[in-house]
């Protein structure tokens, strides 16, 4: 006979603390085994993210990808851990990008034991594409509360286009997180502002205002008055002043959901390193393990057994899936039964709905593309752009977009009749005005991608560089953002060098996955956009020119269809068998076809190759390319208003580039074309030049 001892009742308070306890234990442990990543933030941000998560989010684990799911964004995600551990706990699934469920889960305890080691499911920062549930990549920080307004945004449209009375079909909310060094970052200031204005009250920032960045307390450099500014920008502002105050935490969530009219913004002190005795609240406990004894006083202070490592304690698991799991479960039950009486009703729009889950396009969207007939005079890029623009618009109803300011510029208005304007009062307007902020608008763009809408956004060639990180972000992600630039090169003269782009094509050109394109005429734009919206996993940029570019005679020169190969033989001399091929992007196309009909005159066998996009082109199968630029005709021209940078590999090592080595200058377009070069009699010169060197 013994006496049994009566353990202590499991209350849902105890189960609470318990699973905030896991997220911070499991957090801990993996960046200690690691020797690397960041435990302060998961061990003061566990309360918050379990609160979201359990209490609040409508999101079933067993799906990821239900359309109607509340949105959750780490923008701080050095804090990955808090991610891997939540997604870990639900017991959230895996789903690949053909939306196929896999039958495993999308982040193991093994995964999180092997917390950033190669093809661990547990990387460094969160990774959408790599992880299932993580609904967007952050790391560079202010990325991820920038991409959220894009989501707002896309939510707020897909609801004015799809819900119906009774049919609330999209009534998700946005759910981002967010640190000092988020809200120190210009991109979530430009953000902000914008989501003020268009009074996003499907939005929820939590910032996690624990006055810890790198280098020490934030008042080495960061002393303003957040609450003011959020409130300047319109938003509602909450403050909870104890990050382990669930119940608080709970009721400013609930503010929010009760909110209209305006983004909420959440101000929670938290204290970084939360429970470690020597590295709480300081700026050590950010980036770097606590170290073996930390570790096991820390555990001491939870309550922990002290030597137990990537403990999930009995209960835990259960209490997820009792949370989230049930709520999730129950939620997309209910829309999916909404969803079938919706698709009885009103089968069209259900069909639009599918077919833009999976990134299909409606039947017949490209059959309304101008042809351009030839013309010595020509249009501009941008013009072509916009009936290109306008057409698309029309055809795929979930495609929509805008400019950061520059809209009668960049040609990228949709004027069409009902078109309309996305403002507050407006969520069905398909025109974005992003005002003069490039940076948050390409993260807006990837937000929008994110939600599945179809979206671009445009700006000068020039101030692509305001937008890059988001453009690589969008490449890494492997989203179809789209990325309309105009004046591509010196065509606005006057303008000057601060207006001239030169190194932007090389460096577009480098970031793996991105498509760039510089359509040579009016009906390469067409086969550009012809392309460009069929890609569903990769980004692309068009670089457009602002002047008219004479559109070729397609009887006399190969179809512009040949813009799908990335290049292509679009004049050769009678009978084939080239000596000197010349090689021309954008506006240059015409400038190296008149240079090869001096050159025939002459006598001389030239080629013309238009090279729209050498990522495309080196995409092609081996055989092809060597069919457009024969290894055996070394005597190369390539001529691009851009730097030269990275024209070797097509020109080899006999040939010339004609391009840019310098920053352009203020004056006529003619006269920079005199001064730099880019004269038809130059480009021929360079040829003859190098076929007498033979
Ligand atoms: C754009 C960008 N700049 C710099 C970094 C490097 N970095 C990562 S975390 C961090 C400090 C962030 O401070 P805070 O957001 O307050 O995070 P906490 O330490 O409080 O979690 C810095 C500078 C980055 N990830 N992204
Ligand atoms: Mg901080």
Redesign the pocket.
Known sequence: MSVTTVAEPMTATKLDQLSIDTIRTLSIDAVQQAKSG?P??PM?LAPLVYTIWNRVMRFDPEDPIWPNRDRFVLS????SMLLWSVLHLTGTQAVNADYERLGHPSVSLEDIRRFRQLGSKAPGHPEYHWVSGVETTT?????GVATSVGMAIARKWLADRYNRPGFPIFDYNIYAV????????GVASEAASLAGHLGLDNLCWVY?N?H???EGQ?SLAFTEDVAGRFLAYGWNVLRVGDANDLDRIEHALSVFCTTKGRPTFIILDSH?GYGSPHKQDT?A???EPLGDEEVRLTKRSYGWPEGAQFLVPDGVREHFAAGVGARGAAARRGWTTLFASYRAAYPELAGEIDRMQRRDLPAGWDRNLPVFPADAKGIAGRDASSKVLNVLAQSIPWFLGGSADLGPSNKTTLTYEGAGSFQAGSPGGKNLHFGIREHSMAAIVNGLSLSKVRAFGATFFIFSDYAR?AIRLSALMELPSIFVFTHDAMGDGEDGPTHQPVEQLASLRAIPGLVTLRPGDANEVVEAYRYVMQLRHQPAVLVLSRQPLPTLDRRAYAPAAGVARGAYVLADPPGGNPEVILIASGSELSLAVEAHEKLLAEGIRSRVVSMPSWDIFDHQPPEYRDSVLPPTVGARVAVEQASTFGWERYVGGSGRVIGMRTFGASAPLKALQEKFGFEPDRVAAAAKELLAKR
């Open positions: 960041h302060g933030t003061a701080n995600g050095h804090a790391g560079p920080l202010g990325q967010c640190g000092d060094g988020c809200l120190m970052e996690d624990n810890i960045t790198i934030t970084i700026a406990a950010h980036g990180p």
